[in-house]
Each structure stands twice: as structure tokens, then as C-alpha cells.
């Protein structure tokens, strides 16, 4: 009896001491993913008063509508380049900095200076800077002798790329800076002692210890690309046209522009049913690695 007793107090203690977190996870998470899902089934819209149930009709008014392709397909080859570069970018400047010399603080503190501000201030501090009219670097393009729109149609998806890869690029090199900060030194000490050369150990022995790290900072990063919307939302705000609108910027101008509710619904539930998918794949793999490399 005593041993059920204890059983049940310590139960009771988890529950209350998890209690806030249920609640938060209620309110903040549940209640608007539940929403979210009810009105995908909805004809919401601001100009009807009335809010009915309408079955699938948004989500088939949305695979018709050829801005929604559009803006899938530019998301998914802008977030496939930045990903990619950013990734060898962060860890070619892990490498760089996982060692000492002079002036390496403030090297750092540099690099990672980009993620400290507010992407939508970043964007705005761009938008600044690459003005055509009072920009400086248009006016340093111009004391090169070189007349270049950066906002044309053929410059302004190699401009974003850029600059999401001078923004991001500090995320990915943070996360791989702090794997190798724990690689054990015995490896490659070891490595050395075999004759391996500073390559054949980046590939034979820093490379497999450090996988889980890799894939935990490219999932993060694809995901965070995926929903990218700030800067590009404060420079083109998805234009010239249509060229440069995300899947983010194409709910949100569904919602807010053009005051469909129901539609904008639809297609975020799409973009979080083909998400999910590949949350237990990412973190599967991320554990069963890490598994494999503590044998």
C-alpha cells in the first residue's frame, strides 16, 4: 500500500509540475493548429459575413490557382540553394575558427552579427543600403564604372540568395562550431598517429562523428528556409510579379490582401502536411547516428 501510495504522489507531482506546459501547449499550439484546420474546411472570407463549411473547395481552388505552384516551386529551389551553400559555408568557417589566433573573438563576434538583428529590421536595413537612389552600394557600383538594377527581374533572385546566405550562414556555422567544440581530441590524435593527413581525417574521422550535428543544422535550416518571408517580403515584397513570392508570402497576401481566409487555411495545412513527414525521418536519423557513433 505504501509503495502505491508513493506511486501516486509522484504521479500527481509530475502532472502538477507539467501542468503549465500542457496548458501552454493547449492555448499556444493546439487551439490555433485546431482552428487553423477548421477554417481550411471554410468558405472565410471577408467579403461574405457568414462563415459556412464548404468541404474540400479551398484546397481544390487552390491546386487550380497557378500563383500557389508557382510559389511552391520558387520556395523549394530558393530554400535547396541556400541550404546547400550555407551548409558548406558554415562549416568551412567552423573549421576556420576551431583553432587559435590573433583577432579571433572579433572575427566571430562578426560573423555572427547578421542573427542577432531582426530578419524584418535586416530587411529593411537592405532595402536601404541597395536603393537605387540613395543606396550605397548602387553609388559604389556607379563609381565602378557598373550600371546595375538590382531589383531588375534578371538580379533580383541571385540578390536574395546572397543575402539570406550573408544572413544565415552564422546559424548554420554556430551549430557545427558547437559540434566541433566536443569532438574528442583522442581521435585525431589518433588519426595522426596513423598517418592520415588533415584531409583524410576531415573525411574519415570529422566528418562521421559529426553527422548528427550536420543534419540537426541543415534540418533546422531547411525548415526555417521554407517559411522564409521577412527580408524578401520587405524588398519585393514577392515581385517583380510573382517571381519572388514564397510559399509564406503567398498566405499571407491570400489572407490579408485578398481576404481569403479559407484558401490562405488550406494552403498552410497543405505546407504542414508535407512537412511532418520528414520530422521523424530527420530526428530518426539524427539519433540512430549519434547512437552508432558513441559505440
Same mark, same amino acid.
Given at each position: 500500500?505504501?509503495?502505491?501510495?508513493?506511486?501516486?504522489?509522484?504521479?500527481?507531482?509530475?502532472?502538477?509540475?507539467?501542468?503549465?506546459?500542457?496548458?501552454?501547449?493547449?492555448?499556444?499550439?493546439?487551439?490555433?493548429?485546431?482552428?487553423?484546420?477548421?477554417?481550411?474546411?471554410?468558405?472565410?472570407?471577408?467579403?461574405?459575413?457568414?462563415?459556412?463549411?464548404?468541404?474540400?473547395?479551398?484546397?481544390? %481552388?487552390?491546386?487550380?490557382?497557378?500563383?500557389?505552384?508557382?510559389?511552391?516551386?520558387?520556395?523549394?529551389?530558393?530554400?535547396?540553394?541556400?541550404? %546547400?551553400?550555407?551548409?558548406?559555408?558554415?562549416?568551412?568557417?567552423?573549421?576556420?575558427?576551431?583553432?587559435?589566433?590573433?583577432?579571433?573573438?572579433?572575427?566571430?563576434?562578426?560573423?555572427?552579427? &547578421?542573427?542577432?538583428?531582426? &530578419?524584418?529590421?535586416?530587411? $529593411?536595413?537592405?532595402?536601404?543600403?541597395?536603393?537605387?537612389?540613395?543606396?550605397?552600394?548602387?553609388?559604389?557600383?556607379?563609381?565602378?564604372?557598373?550600371?546595375?538594377?538590382?531589383?531588375?527581374?534578371?538580379?533580383?533572385?541571385?540578390?536574395?540568395?546572397?543575402?539570406?546566405?550573408?544572413?544565415?550562414?552564422?546559424?548554420?556555422?554556430?551549430?557545427?562550431?558547437?559540434?566541433?567544440?566536443?569532438?574528442?581530441?583522442?581521435?585525431?590524435?589518433? %588519426?595522426?598517429?596513423?598517418?592520415?593527413?588533415?584531409?583524410?581525417?576531415?573525411?574519415?574521422?570529422?566528418?562521421?562523428?559529426?553527422?548528427?550535428?550536420?543534419?540537426?543544422?541543415?534540418?533546422?535550416? %531547411?525548415?526555417?528556409?521554407?517559411?522564409?518571408?521577412?527580408?524578401?517580403?520587405?524588398?519585393?515584397?514577392?515581385?517583380?510579379?510573382?517571381?519572388?513570392?514564397?510559399?509564406?508570402?503567398?498566405?499571407?497576401?491570400?489572407?490579408?490582401?485578398?481576404?481569403?481566409?479559407?484558401?490562405?487555411?488550406?494552403?498552410?495545412?497543405?505546407?504542414?502536411?508535407?512537412?511532418? &513527414?520528414?520530422?521523424?525521418?530527420?530526428?530518426?536519423? $539524427?539519433?540512430?547516428?549519434?547512437?552508432?557513433?558513441?559505440?
Amino acid at each position: 500500500m505504501a509503495t502505491i501510495a508513493k506511486r501516486r504522489s509522484r504521479s500527481a507531482a509530475a502532472v502538477l509540475l507539467s501542468s503549465p506546459l500542457i496548458v501552454f501547449a493547449l492555448i499556444f499550439v493546439l487551439y490555433p493548429l485546431s482552428s487553423g484546420i477548421l477554417t481550411a474546411f471554410q468558405a472565410n472570407t471577408l467579403l461574405e459575413p457568414s462563415v459556412d463549411f464548404n468541404g474540400i473547395q479551398n484546397f481544390i %481552388s487552390l491546386f487550380k490557382n497557378d500563383a500557389f505552384a508557382k510559389s511552391a516551386g520558387f520556395t523549394l529551389g530558393f530554400s535547396a540553394v541556400v541550404v %546547400s551553400i550555407e551548409m558548406v559555408l558554415g562549416f568551412g568557417l567552423a573549421l576556420l575558427l576551431n583553432r587559435k589566433f590573433p583577432g579571433k573573438k572579433v572575427f566571430f563576434t562578426m560573423i555572427l552579427l &547578421p542573427i542577432m538583428v531582426a &530578419p524584418a529590421l535586416l530587411g $529593411i536595413m537592405f532595402r536601404l543600403l541597395l536603393n537605387g537612389d540613395i543606396g550605397a552600394v548602387p553609388a559604389i557600383l556607379q563609381g565602378l564604372g557598373l550600371s546595375v538594377s538590382l531589383f531588375s527581374p534578371s538580379s533580383v533572385v541571385p540578390l536574395l540568395v546572397v543575402l539570406d546566405i550573408l544572413q544565415w550562414t552564422p546559424f548554420t556555422f554556430l551549430i557545427i562550431y558547437a559540434g566541433l567544440q566536443s569532438f574528442p581530441s583522442e581521435l585525431l590524435e589518433a %588519426s595522426a598517429m596513423d598517418g592520415a593527413g588533415y584531409f583524410r581525417s576531415l573525411k574519415s574521422v570529422v566528418m562521421p562523428v559529426l553527422t548528427p550535428v550536420l543534419f540537426a543544422a541543415f534540418f533546422l535550416r %531547411s525548415i526555417d528556409a521554407l517559411r522564409t518571408f521577412d527580408v524578401i517580403y520587405v524588398l519585393t515584397a514577392g515581385g517583380p510579379g510573382t517571381s519572388t513570392t514564397t510559399l509564406s508570402i503567398f498566405i499571407y497576401k491570400t489572407a490579408f490582401e485578398s481576404g481569403d481566409f479559407g484558401k490562405a487555411a488550406a494552403a498552410a495545412l497543405v505546407v504542414l502536411i508535407c512537412l511532418i &513527414p520528414f520530422v521523424p525521418f530527420i530526428v530518426k536519423r $539524427i539519433a540512430s547516428t549519434g547512437m552508432d557513433n558513441g559505440k
